[in-house]
T-cell receptor
Framework: EDQVTQSPEALRLQEGESSSLNCSYTVSGLRGLFWYRQDPGKGPEFLFTLYSAGEEKEKERLKATLTKKESFLHITAPKPEDSATYLC??????????FGTGTSLTVIP | GAVVSQHPSWVICKSGTSVKIECRSL??????MFWYRQFPKQSLMLMAT?????????EQGVEKDKFLINHASLTLSTLTVTSAHPEDSSFYICSARGGRTYGYTFGSGTRLTVV
């Protein structure tokens, strides 16, 4: 059964304290793994797409990596404005997406 | 970049009435759009896939007659919640395939409250 699990469920960091969010997946095939940021009451905002194991992508303080079983979203020296829920989604085949339940990140000044 | 506009952003309706939510792709054509539902502190659950010019494909457990989807053009899909009840209160989000994100840009969501 296709499944996506994110951990931790919630994470509190001091400003400048780097950390990583995890997305573990079990799917029959992988067309793509997506990371989104979601602010309260808003739709998800696209961050990255990863297609194959070993791939890495960076954007400002965020870096996403992918292995055959999991993806990490590394946050370097976070700022309070990075506070949000980070969602991971996998696309096995076709148009179906499977979302994780997200990691709620709070960065304290 | 690809932009998906969703309206309204919030709506309050009386139990038994119907509510229509619009999802528009502003700068690209979307042959396929997706409708999700999200409960507080939970992830997005796909309700249906909307295909331009054909019937929508609903996920298991989603009532077709309750959640009517129309995708009449390449830039517009609508979700109508018919005879809404308090348990239909939720955050509804649309997504469209197109643009630079390898397909999946999300709207800003609609908060539906049924009283």
């Amino acid at each position: 059964e296709d499944q996506v699990t994110q951990s931790p469920e919630a994470l509190r960091l001091q400003e400048g304290e780097s950390s990583s969010l995890n997305c573990s997946y079990t799917v029959s095939g992988l067309r793509g793994l997506f990371w989104y940021r979601q602010d309260p009451g808003k739709g998800p905002e696209f961050l990255f797409t990863l297609y194959s194991a070993g791939e890495e992508k960076e954007k400002e303080r965020l870096k996403a990596t992918l292995t055959k079983k999991e993806s990490f979203l590394h946050i370097t020296a976070p700022k309070p404005e990075d506070s949000a829920t980070y969602l991971c989604a996998v696309q096995p085949t076709g148009n179906q997406f499977y979302f994780g339940t997200g990691t709620s990140l709070t960065v304290i000044p | 970049g690809a932009v998906v506009s969703q309206h309204p952003s919030w709506v309050i309706c009386k139990s038994g009435t119907s509510v229509k939510i619009e999802c528009r792709s502003l700068d690209f054509q979307a042959t396929t759009m997706f409708w999700y539902r999200q409960f507080p502190k939970q992830s997005l659950m796909l309700m249906a896939t909307s295909n331009e010019g054909s019937k929508a494909t609903y996920e298991q457990g989603v009532e077709k007659d309750k959640f009517l989807i129309n995708h009449a053009s390449l830039t517009l899909s609508t979700l109508t919640v018919t005879s809404a009840h308090p348990e239909d209160s939720s955050f509804y989000i649309c997504s469209a395939r197109g643009g630079r994100t390898y397909g999946y840009t999300f709207g800003s969501g609609t908060r539906l409250t049924v009283v």
